[in-house]
């Protein structure tokens, strides 16, 4: 079990259930899923393959590549290239993967402030974009073909939007102050 997995179980949901005035420990708002995207565009299949490689060594899983749909000519895309990369985190895994970006790889971001607030659907699901892949410690700069985004989503039990900041917030998160 990671360490956010253990203090979260042992105090922060305590602490979290006192912050919303919850009566029962199950009602609490916990972390569902993280879903880390990389659309890849027009990679070829070197560039496809060493992105797919910095995203397993960014998750510690295998991705799952995406195929389009439809062809749209205007993008020159036909149906079933690949047009992305997708890694979906339970568990451990999870939990071990959000230690690592709140606390390495955020704060290695040039001028970081916070990440925005106003992330959030009406679900309480949080949504993030990161411009390079270069931030995780994971990879190793030197290797680095290509500069690649990606977004992360944060899936949560929460019912609205600010049960969900309570809980990134009790994590760690970095918000921004407005």
Known sequence: MSGLQEKYKT?????LKENLGLKNIHAVPRVVKVVVNMGLGNADKDQIKNHAEELAMITGQRPVLTKAKKSISNFKLREGAI?????????????????????????RIRDFRGV?????????????????QTIFPEIDLDKVGAVQGMDI?????ADDKSSAFELLKILGMPFAKN
């Open 11 to 15: 105090e922060l949901a305590l602490k």
């Open 83 to 107: 047009v992305g990369a997708k890694v979906t985190l339970r568990g451990a895994r999870m939990y071990e993967f959000l230690d690592r970006l709140i606390s390495a790889a955020l704060p």
């Open 116 to 132: 925005s607030s106003d992330s959030f659907d009406e679900h309480g699901n949080y949504t993030m974009g990161i411009r390079e």
């Open 153 to 157: 989503t944060i899936v949560t039990s």
